[in-house]
């Protein structure tokens, strides 16, 4: 096992909606989170095993995998990731915590097999207000989403270093920021960029209402649809400008280390 000596955050992916998915022009691997004892994969979409590969992320070495909920940019290399995690099923090992539409499926979607679930040592089906342990040390707190998927999830995570924050796929509403208050570092899934606003993601103009709420030492957008990437970074300077907190676009394969201070490695 290869433990980092401070949180490390490695994007795998910062692609998100379908179209961004299909066409592949930023990946959708997820975010892979790294502390002390922690190795966990944030919402593995499409090519996430491969991604890891290329970045040097080794699959087998992962004990929790989080899925925030069941579309397709957001699970479908769970399974396989799954047979990694438990040695190709040999090893009875791992948490995998999702959504209750990932663990038990939902009207219109079923995401994680009977099988893979059985391989898993413990399966959580998580809803908004939840509160538990990962690994006896890393406290979770489970926080709510407005999404087309109802069941969907996002997180607060007290690592050594701070909390980390992460807003899955969700519309803005009134009180969003207030799950993530005392937030060190915020990811947000911001599919779309100023004045493009659809129903159930975020947009810039949100992303700027709930980081000026949060008020984290860095915010980092990620999950980005085709029309925001190519402007990407100038939603995120003009979320820093709006709200003096220091935001930042994610890119495929960036690192962050989070110890006194918060570094970024884009290489
Ligand atoms: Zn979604």
Known sequence: MHYPIMAKITFL??????????????ATGGIYIADKALLMHVDPGPGALVKMHEFGIDPMATNVIFVSHAHPDHYTDAEILIEAMTMGGRRHRGMLIGSESIIN????????????KGLVKEVRAVKPGDKFYINYWYEMEITPSLH???????FKLALDNGIISYISDTQYFEGLADFHKE?????????????????FHLSTEDAVEIVKKVNPELAILT?????????ASEQAN?????????????????RVYMEDKIEIKKD
Do not use: C, W
């Open 13 to 26: 992916g910062t692609g998100g909606g379908r179209f961004a998915t299909i066409t592949q022009k930023r």
């Open 105 to 116: 499926g939902i009207k219109d979607f079923r995401a994680i097999s009977f099988y893979h």
């Open 183 to 199: 937030a060190r570092l915020m990811i947000l899934s911001v599919t779309r960029p100023i004045g493009m606003k659809i129903p």
């Open 223 to 231: 999950h980005m649809g085709v029309k925001f990437m190519n402007v």
């Open 148 to 154: 087309s998927d109802p069941t969907t999830v996002g």
């Open 238 to 254: 003009f979320v820093s400008e709006e709200t003096g907190v220091n935001t930042i676009a994610a890119m495929d394969g960036m």
